[in-house]
């Protein structure tokens, strides 16, 4: 079964992750966008412009925390 992570885009575009708020099923996610800079490489937007919810898959082809120089603590 995947996983997926949830991110939130904002009206202005800009990008979050919830890393503490997962999912089973893609469901509505159909526009998919390429993520530089953050774990997963890849997310699913429920909306293709503005605000939107979206879920990036968990698995092992995402990058970790410590390849993006994040500093967890």
Wanted: glycine letters at 10%; hydrophobic letters at 35%.
């Amino acid at each position: 079964m995947s996983k997926y992570v949830t991110y939130l885009r904002t009206l202005e575009g800009n990008i979050e992750r919830l890393p503490n708020a997962t999912a089973t099923q893609l469901g509505p996610y159909h526009y998919e966008e390429t993520l530089v800079g953050w774990p997963e490489s890849k997310v699913y937007w429920a909306n293709d412009r503005g605000p939107a919810v979206g879920l990036a898959p968990l698995d092992a082809t995402s990058r970790s925390d410590d390849q993006l120089g994040f500093v967890s603590g």
